[in-house]
């Protein structure tokens, strides 16, 4: 049960109905935290537009994907975690191998392990990353436009890691359990 309460369709605030229309189209349903965060339109607007606006940035789908499934389990959150599996696997067609390495800060594509390793080095270092964590990422061939994304990614990750495990939000996706207590 969440303990911060979803809204009914008639306890929706109307500055945030468009805003889940839109996540209707794209996704074919609303997941919970979306419905969550519609507590509060501006929360709901800035979620979404850092998003779509990250959505659009160098990262593609898979690296993107790999990012969340890493932060996920970093911040031991099982809502996000049972999120990004089931979208790693259905939307960026990550295989089960992946998405275990994913997990583990690793990935079998060379370039991708060091954007999800230093995605955890991000978050591991709360941003205080050594020249050595920035220098790997640049070797493997990310640009400073790409850095910065990866970097805004966890943030973006860990936001909502943070308001899924405050609000214990109630699962709507195949739950997947976090390997350790956050």
Same mark, same amino acid.
């Given at each position: ?37 519609? %507590?509060?339109?501006? $929360? ?6 850092? %998003? ?13 994907? =790999? ?17 990004? #599996? ?5 939307? $960026? ?10 997990? %583990? ?6 370039? $991708? ?12 270092? =709360?941003?205080? !990353?050594?020249? $050595? ?24 990750? #860990?936001?909502? %890691?943070?308001?899924?495990? !405050?609000?214990? #939000? ?5 739950? !997947? ?6």
């Amino acid at each position: 049960m969440n303990r911060i309460t979803i809204p009914t369709p008639d306890q929706t605030p109307a500055a945030t109905l468009p805003l889940l229309d839109a996540v209707k189209k794209q996704l074919g349903v609303v997941p919970n935290l979306m419905k969550l965060v519609s %507590n509060s339109p501006a $929360a709901l607007e800035g979620y979404l537009s850092l %998003n779509g606006a990250l959505n659009k940035g160098g990262l593609d789908a898979k690296t993107r994907e =790999r990012i969340a499934l890493a932060i996920a389990e970093f911040n031991g959150c099982s809502y996000c975690l049972s999120a990004h #599996t089931y979208l790693g696997k259905n939307v $960026a067609k990550l295989d089960d191998a992946e998405i275990a390495a994913n997990r %583990n800060g690793k990935s079998s594509d060379p370039k $991708a392990a060091a954007a999800v390793h230093f995605a955890t080095r991000v978050a591991y270092e =709360r941003g205080h !990353v050594s020249d $050595a964590d920035l220098n790997a990422v640049k070797a493997a061939g990310y640009g400073q436009a790409e850095i910065v994304e990866i970097v805004l990614h966890v943030a973006l990750n #860990t936001l909502t %890691n943070y308001i899924n495990e !405050v609000a214990q #939000t109630e699962f709507d996706f195949p739950k !997947v359990d976090v390997k350790k207590a956050a």
